[in-house]
T-cell receptor, first 113, second 112 residues
Framework: DTEVTQTPKHLVMGMTNKKSLKCEQH?????MYWYKQKAKKPPELMFV???????INESVPSRFSPECPNSSLLNLHLHALQPEDSALYLC????????????FGPGTRLTVL | KNQVEQSPQSLIILEGKNCTLQ??????????LRWYKQDTGRGPVSLTI?????NTKSNGRYTATLDADTKQSSLHITASQLSDSASYIC???????????FGTGTRLQVFP
């Protein structure tokens, strides 16, 4: 299985809501990533988990809270978001090391009203 | 500052025609360079990867080249198909394998 799955595919939420994005991979990868991608822009790295521990936080606002319950799952908890947070949120996983590919999921299209 | 620039920003071609996309990078140290294809609303998918010592790599109708001296790469698409319509992103890995350096992308549209 060389697939990264993400749910939900689409999410619409108000600024006072709390929601979560989920990501799953069964490739035994040691690293998992969250990216944010605005229209016509490249993905921007948000968080990296390595061996289930947060290793990189790219100065992301605290209204985004990542969680890695186990080596196959990655969540992104959302609270009190702003309309400018509307974007495609991509999850990726990798075996690690510079030559190993980051496999991307299909993304969650988030709209904040 | 590490940067990856791509040209053109967008490109329209007719089905069956060939095209070449360009990538220039100023990344140091350099580890490898990948070309990704991203369909609208989907995650990127890797097409090719090249290290410093490789100057060409093919994947079906996609052929990537790398000139490490001039820090340039190209992606050539042969006999384009409608399904080639997508964004193509050049991605360079430096010393931190977890922090990919993404190019600005080329939006390719193939019309019948």
């Amino acid at each position: 299985d060389t697939e990264v799955t993400q749910t939900p595919k689409h999410l619409v939420m108000g600024m006072t809501n709390k929601k979560s994005l989920k990501c799953e991979q069964h490739m035994g990868h040691r690293a998992m990533y969250w990216y944010k991608q605005k229209a016509k822009k490249p993905p921007e790295l948000m968080f990296v988990y390595s061996y289930e521990k947060l290793s990189i936080n790219e100065s992301v606002p605290s209204r985004f809270s990542p969680e890695c319950p186990n080596s196959s799952l990655l969540n992104l908890h959302l609270h009190a978001l702003q309309p400018e947070d509307s974007a495609l949120y991509l999850c990726a996983s990798s075996q690690g090391g510079s030559y190993n590919e980051q496999f991307f999921g299909p993304g969650t299209r988030l709209t904040v009203l | 500052k590490n940067q990856v620039e791509q040209s053109p920003q967008s490109l329209i071609i007719l089905e069956g025609k060939n095209c070449t996309l360009q990538c220039n990078y100023t990344v140091s140290p350099f580890s490898n360079l990948r070309w990704y294809k991203q369909d609208t609303g989907r995650g990127p998918v890797s097409l090719t990867i090249m290290t410093f010592s490789e100057n060409t790599k093919s994947n079906g109708r996609y052929t990537a080249t790398l000139d490490a001296d001039t820090k340039q790469s190209s992606l050539h698409i042969t006999a384009s198909q409608l399904s080639d319509s997508a964004s193509y992103i050049c991605v360079v890995t430096s010393d931190d394998p977890d922090k990919l350096i993404f190019g600005t992308g080329t939006r390719l549209q193939v019309f019948p």
